[in-house]
């Protein structure tokens, strides 16, 4: 089975451009999920989908960051305008469980570098 | 505020003897916890978890023990392996609400 997959691995851009992160979840899991990590910290929410609905956008900085999940399986994360405390490593995970978020299947991530 | 954390940040062990990683929570409402395994360039990987109406769940060589009046748990890894080399983080959450993580343990398996 495969797992998470999310593109590109690696971005550097110049601040104030924009950048956009792409997550293909496991084939099946209805839920997914956006994360954010720094430099040593844990990953920590920005935005939940069931489905296509957004279902916890709390921690989504709206002024600066979007995110949709057209027909429920596919993801995009973008950020317009960058900042430089937006480097960090972005996750994309999926779960099969609706309304929990016990055992997630994590992708490898994409780093990003705003200079 | 911190409601997970995980007070060391690295923890070195000899192959074959025991690994025990900390975790503490301040959030008295969390009643589901799990753990991690990050190897470097990848995703964090499922481990192991524990409900809150269990005081251990075990699989293989990784145990999780849950002390709720503490608001501690631990997770023990016996025999440890240089496999088990990465980062270990502790999550938590209150049924339908956002994992909350810790800023990890980096462990070190030394053969």
């Known amino acids: 089975e495969a797992g998470v997959v999310q593109s590109p691995r690696y971005k550097i851009i110049e601040k104030k451009q924009p950048v956009a992160f792409w997550c293909n979840p496991i084939?099946?899991?209805?839920?997914l999920y956006w994360y954010l990590q720094n430099l040593g910290q844990g990953p920590e929410l920005l935005i939940r989908?069931?489905?296509?609905?957004?279902?916890?956008d709390s921690q989504l900085p709206k002024d600066r960051f979007s995110a949709e999940r057209l027909k429920g399986v596919d993801s995009t994360l973008k950020i317009q305008p960058a900042e430089l405390g937006d480097s960090a490593v972005y996750l994309c995970?999926?779960?099969?469980?609706?309304?929990?978020?016990?055992?997630?299947?994590f992708g490898p991530g994409t780093r990003l570098t705003v200079l | 505020d911190q409601q997970v954390k995980q007070n060391s940040p690295s923890l070195s062990v000899q192959e074959g003897r025991i690994s025990i990683l900390n975790c503490d929570y301040t959030?008295?409402?969390?009643?589901?916890f799990l753990w991690y395994k990050k190897y470097p360039a990848e995703g964090p990987t499922f481990l192991i978890s524990?409900?809150?109406?269990?005081d251990k769940n075990e699989d293989g060589r990784f145990t999780v023990f849950l002390n709720k009046s503490a608001k501690h748990l631990s997770l023990h890894i016996v025999p440890s392996q240089p496999g088990d080399s990465a980062v270990y983080f502790c999550a938590a959450t209150s049924g339908n609400t956002p994992l909350v993580f810790g800023k990890g343990t980096r462990l070190s398996v030394i053969a």
């Open positions: 524990i409900s809150s109406i269990k």
């Open positions: 084939s099946g899991h209805n839920t």
């Open positions: 989908y069931e489905n296509e609905e957004a279902v916890d």
């Open positions: 995970a999926s779960s099969s469980a609706s309304g929990s978020y016990n055992e997630q299947f």
């Open positions: 959030n008295s409402m969390f009643d589901y």
